[in-house]
């Protein structure tokens, strides 16, 4: 049987293009080839490699949910060449796609506990595919909270369905941006603040959390005190990426390499892992 | 396996012309102070006394490869839109390297357990693998740098080679270890060579005999990472690095890459070219964030790489080969066996963890 070629991309079009904030922009594609879009299977978590031809690639997390078949949706944050690149493309543009790559939440062993998810900024993409994903199969889970924060109101990405968000009674959400803002209806403070007041019980239940750094470190912190331990905590790792397939030696942790050992690790695991964040 | 062949020295550059009708033969020849793997060609003499400066690593890792082209056009039917077309380039031929030496070949060892995995096989360097061939030369007299007998290695290790020739009085002794090795010995130049195996073995035992005793190095992964977050321990090890990065391009074993585009007008290519972890950039994220920000943290990436992460998950198997080159190309004389022996004899200090 021949081989696949792990390095030669998938051709698809952007078919919609959003404008999430000043510097995130959403795009929705799907593969030129209906017979690759149709076979194509991915868990929530995983992530895809961008191709700008003559630019490069960079990684991003597949956010939409795998129970919404019609079109992969990413969310890429202005920071560099490829991603500024990416920002100049519009509906009807080529992109190579080489996905799915990396591990991804382990959402059956998740079954029939409580969820928070606790997403600072960009960090909400990667928990997005799965919060969709729950929601898709609600019976499965038990009571669903969301900590969703931002600088401000106008780098929340996902406005459009933030409302929704808010009214479904199945899902308790939380908004929170870190200082005040003229006409901002929901709350003010720093995510691990915020996230000590509602105060999530930890019994039976499970923080899914991702975001910048700092915001992680402070976070850890806050569900330690609201009596999370390490198994219950499940976050995602970002590395420099480039084979996505573990031949590359970019994106090792000692012996582990984020692009197929994770990026998904629960916070126990990333305690095993040599001190290399 | 067929029989041992012997080639009389003075038929050698005959028998590599012979194989270069149908191959592209690469064989050891001096360019300036440093024997590098060229292109054989019968004009030129051929530099085999001791292992060569760079192993032949390109023959199946060339320092820059294509991967895909890609091509640009208009689309007929809206010209505003620019439609994409990638295509794979596949390595085509077939290459024989004469004058390889053991802990070369075994460096293609570490590789394939990396490039040849199951579910992600690299099938740019699989097409390479297979159809290059290694006449790897035994070692006569390890050099002071050479440690491969610290490494399950030996002058004489085979692993990874088709076939194996021993030099003896006027002429070599051509010992297949592999199909494509015996496909090579069919020349009408070899006669059977049953008759100096004897020769061969002490050849072989000869050489180890140059070689010190070996330190144990069981203890060497679990001893790099107890030292993992001792910075003022990586921090005196690197303190003259130039993070020149010449210890992993020189590196048999050493397999990470990049992956860039190029394009002029319509048409680019993606190349991967070797990269190496001992570069700052290699780990510098869009952010600025680097979660190895000094040499410090890069060198004990390279040593652990090699002596504690690798091995752990590829059954214990450590990923230098001891060629020795990373020592005799440092331009401030870092020495990775001194390293090794640091760690593994680092005792903690008391009271601390
Ligand atoms: C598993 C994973 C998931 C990610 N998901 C998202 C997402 O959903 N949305 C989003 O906006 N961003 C995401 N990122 C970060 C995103 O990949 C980087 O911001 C992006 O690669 C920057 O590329 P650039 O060329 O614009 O930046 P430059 O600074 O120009 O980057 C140059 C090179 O560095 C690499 N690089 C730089 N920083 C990073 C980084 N932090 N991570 C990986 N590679 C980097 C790029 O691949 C590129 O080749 C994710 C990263 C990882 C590893
Ligand atoms: S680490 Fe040094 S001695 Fe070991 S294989 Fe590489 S170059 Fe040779
Ligand atoms: S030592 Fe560094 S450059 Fe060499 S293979 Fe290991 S990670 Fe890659
Ligand atoms: S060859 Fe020596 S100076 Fe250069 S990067 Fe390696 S250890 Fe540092
Ligand atoms: S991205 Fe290449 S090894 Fe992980």
Sequence with gaps: MKDKNHYLPEMATINEVIQETHNIMTFRVTFNDPQVMENFTFQPGQVGQLSSFGTGEATFVINSPPTRKDYLQFSVMRTGEVTSKLHSLSEGDQIGVRAPLGNFFPYEDMKGKDIVFIGGGIGMAPLRPLMLYMLDNRKDYGKITLLYGARSPVDMAFNYELQSWLEREDLETHLTIDAKYEGWQHTVGLIPNVLLDIAPSSENCVAVTCGPPIMIKFTLQALEKLGFKDEQIVTTLEKRMKCGVGICGRCNIGSSYVCMDGPVFTAAQLKELPNEL | ?353
Aim: charged share 25%.
């Design chain 2, 1 to 353: 396996m067929d029989p041992v062949k012997y080639l009389k020295s003075a038929d050698l550059m005959s028998w590599l012309e012979e194989l270069a009708r149908e191959n592209k033969v690469f064989a050891p020849r001096y360019e300036g102070d440093a024997v590098i793997f060229a292109p054989f060609d019968p004009k030129q003499e051929i530099s085999i006394k001791h292992a060569a400066t760079m192993p032949p690593k390109k023959t199946v890792f060339p320092q820059s490869e294509k991967l895909v082209d890609f091509t640009y056009s208009k689309d007929p039917e809206n010209l505003s839109r620019i439609l994409i077309e990638a295509k794979e380039i596949l390595p085509k031929g077939t290459t024989v390297v004469f004058g390889s030496r053991p802990c070369d070949v075994r460096g293609f060892t570490m590789f394939d357990r990396v490039y040849l995995a199951e579910k992600t096989t690299d099938v740019y360097y699989k097409a390479r693998r297979e159809n290059t061939s290694f006449i790897t030369l035994a070692c006569e007299k390890p050099e002071t740098t050479c440690f491969c007998h610290w490494v399950d290695s030996s002058p004489s290790d085979a692993s990874g080679s088709d076939v194996l020739a021993t030099p003896i009085e006027d002429g070599y002794v051509l010992e297949p270890f592999s199909e494509k090795g015996q496909k090579l010995l069919t020349s009408s130049l070899l006669e059977n060579g049953e008759r100096w195996i004897l020769e061969v073995k002490d050849v072989h035992e000869n050489a180890a005999g140059f070689l010190a005793n070996a330190p144990d190095l069981s203890q060497a992964p679990q001893k790099l990472l107890d030292v993992f977050d001792n910075m003022e321990f990586w921090e005196n090890a690197a303190a003259k690095c130039l993070s020149c990065g010449a210890c992993t391009y020189l590196c048999p074993s050493c397999y990470c890459f990049n992956i860039t585009d190029e394009t002029t007008g319509m048409k680019g290519t993606r190349f991967r070219s070797w990269d190496n972890c001992m570069s700052a950039q290699f780990t510098m994220e869009a952010s600025g964030h680097n979660p190895r920000p000094t040499k410090a943290h890069r060198l004990k990436n390279r040593v652990g790489h090699k002596f504690s992460y690798y091995p752990a998950i590829h059954d214990g198997v450590i990923s230098c080969c001891g060629c020795g080159r990373c020592i005799k190309s440092c331009p401030v004389g870092i020495d990775i066996r001194e390293i090794v022996q640091e760690a593994i004899n680092h005792e903690p200090a008391i009271g601390k963890e």
